[in-house]
């Protein structure tokens, strides 16, 4: 069966440098529960960080 990843959640705030942390430390946690996160910068504010939860 193919599965399609989908977006569960996505939130935005104020960037700083050590919000990666909380995505290397959920990503590895949370694998066998299907669920990836991700955390990127916005494209037209970037001091706005977007933090979202994938279901795999």
């Known amino acids: 069966m193919n599965k399609k990843?989908?977006?569960?959640?996505?939130?935005?705030?104020?960037?700083?440098?050590?919000?990666?942390?909380?995505?290397?430390?959920?990503?590895?946690?949370l694998k066998e529960k299907d669920l990836m996160f991700g955390l990127a910068l916005d494209e037209k504010e970037k001091k706005t960080a977007v933090f979202t939860i994938h279901r795999t």
Do not use: A, C, E, H
């Open 5 to 29: 990843m989908g977006v569960l959640s996505t939130m935005r705030f104020q960037y700083t440098s050590n919000l990666y942390k909380i995505v290397d430390s959920l990503n590895p946690t």
